[in-house]
């Protein structure tokens, strides 16, 4: 007699437990790791720049002396145009705090500094990543493949502001005050951490408010420090240049996540595209507020406020999302017990198109030569990320179901 063929709800069951598929997933990593260090060992050596030989260069300038030159767009234009020989837009609009992180990189060649970086930043975030989602670990990976291999591709920060926002959240899930020091340490990239900021008030967390105030006042002293006061004008006078152009459109718009950037794509004018994307941050906000004055539980809470200061900025990119992953991570359990088989997949759709989105236009200006084509220039990638987020509260309000996702729980216990 052969056993029953496992239903939609048990195969979603075991591949969320499939532990050897999470090492798999891990280890794949690191080989896309391994290969972009193979293809780009030294500076300038695959004839283009990426977000990583930004901050190698920048670092570079630390060493030198001239990191306010850093923050002018015409000189870092020039100086990565002597690399490559071509013309490139990657301007420098980074807080002089996270120059504290890129002043250790230049310590060996392009490629050391990369594959240290990159190793370092992915193993804390997968720790704490497995520390929150538990048995739930290979599902959030698997739903986070395409921001995984986008961030390990270009070498960004994705994976050190995710695991930030992580430690974040363990400690504020157990009250502890010790949750304002990656909050204050956001501050390398504050605009990720609004919503979190959000729920600390709503809260009413005072201490650890205090708490990030104080980090933040902290590490704004040792940049001061390290590289003296007038890196500040320098880094205040990019600002004004970086909304301009994001105005004009000069960034890979298509890439960015943000509603403004899909509707400034779409063909919006900047000054309506900003003003619906204050209309998507003030809900985003919103629903922060709404979850913690609903008393839902403190991890529902929490995962929606990393999706939701997701949704606040104009200015987030696909290597940005594995903050997702975090707020997956915290709902994992709860998501799991109330989607139906069909809702999990369109979860994993929709977190697809949030992260994967601008990957895929890269793949197809790489291989299929569409650059001058106008729908690659479009960023789809906010739609389906204000509608996973749309999509998880449905989910969420819904009451638990059983192991085998038949009915709910009540109901199985009323029928005896």
């Given at each position: 007699m ?7 709800g048990?195969r979603?069951a ?13 280890l794949a990593?690191v080989?896309?790791?391994f ?10 050596a ?9 901050f ?11 990191l ?6 015409d000189t ?20 002089p705090?996270?120059d ?10 392009r490629?050391l500094?990369?594959a240290?970086f ?11 990543l ?5 048995p739930?670990l290979?599902?959030?990976l698997?739903?986070l493949l ?9 070498g ?8 930030l ?13 010790v ?9 390398i ?11 600390v008030l709503?809260t ?8 990030g105030?104080a ?7 040792l940049a ?10 320098a ?9 301009e152009s ?24 900047p000054g ?9 941050a ?11 004055v ?6 529902q809470v ?5 999706l939701a ?7 987030n990119?696909?290597?940005?999302m594995p903050?997702?992953?975090i ?7 709860d998501l799991?017990a109330r989607a ?5 997949l ?18 197809l ?8 084509s106008p ?30 996702g ?7 216990a009323?029928?005896g």
């Amino acid at each position: 007699m052969t056993a029953p063929r496992p239903g939609a709800g048990e195969r979603f069951a075991v591949l969320e437990t499939s532990t050897m598929l999470a090492w798999l997933i891990c280890l794949a990593c690191v080989g896309i790791m391994f290969a972009t260090v193979r293809e780009v060992p030294s500076l300038g050596a695959g004839g283009a720049i990426v977000d990583f030989d930004v901050f190698y260069i920048v670092g570079q300038m630390i060493w030198d002396g001239t990191l306010p030159q850093a923050y002018d767009i015409d000189t870092m234009r020039a100086i990565q145009k002597s690399i490559t020989g071509e013309d490139t837009f990657m301007p420098w609009t980074y807080p002089p705090h996270f120059d504290l992180v890129t002043a250790l990189l230049p310590f060996g060649s392009r490629g050391l500094s990369y594959a240290v970086f990159i190793t370092v930043t992915f193993l804390g975030y997968i720790h704490v990543l497995r520390r929150l989602s538990g048995p739930y670990l290979t599902a959030v990976l698997i739903a986070l493949l395409p921001a995984l291999v986008m961030t390990m591709r270009i070498g960004q920060n994705g994976f050190m502001t995710a695991a930030l926002v992580g430690l974040f959240c363990l400690a504020f899930l157990n009250g502890r005050t010790v949750a304002g020091v990656p909050l204050g340490l956001m501050v390398i990239k504050p605009h990720l951490a609004l919503g979190l900021g959000v729920l600390v008030l709503v809260t009413r967390r005072w201490k650890v408010l205090v708490l990030g105030l104080a980090v933040v006042a902290a590490v704004s002293a040792l940049a001061t420090l390290a590289f003296g006061t007038e890196v500040w004008p320098a880094f205040l006078a990019s600002v004004p240049e970086a909304q301009e152009s994001m105005k004009r459109g000069l960034y890979p718009m298509f890439r960015m996540t943000s509603a403004y950037a899909a509707l400034f794509t779409l063909g919006m004018a900047p000054g309506a595209a900003m003003i619906a994307q204050g209309c998507v941050a003030a809900a985003a906000c919103a629903s922060i507020v709404v979850a913690s004055v609903r008393g839902m539980p403190m991890r529902q809470v929490l995962g929606l406020s990393c999706l939701a200061t997701l949704a606040i900025s104009p200015y987030n990119y696909d290597y940005d999302m594995p903050i997702l992953g975090i707020g997956f991570a915290l709902m994992a359990s709860d998501l799991m017990a109330r989607a139906r088989p069909v809702e999990k997949l369109a979860l994993l759709g929709l977190t697809w198109l949030s992260c994967g989105w601008g990957m895929a236009m890269v793949t197809l200006r790489r291989h299929l030569d569409i650059s001058d084509s106008p729908p690659d220039q479009v960023s789809l990638a906010a739609f389906g990320h204000l509608m996973l987020i749309g999509l998880v509260w449905h989910i969420l309000r819904r009451e638990a179901r059983s192991q085998h996702g038949t009915m709910p729980a009540k109901e199985l216990a009323a029928r005896g």
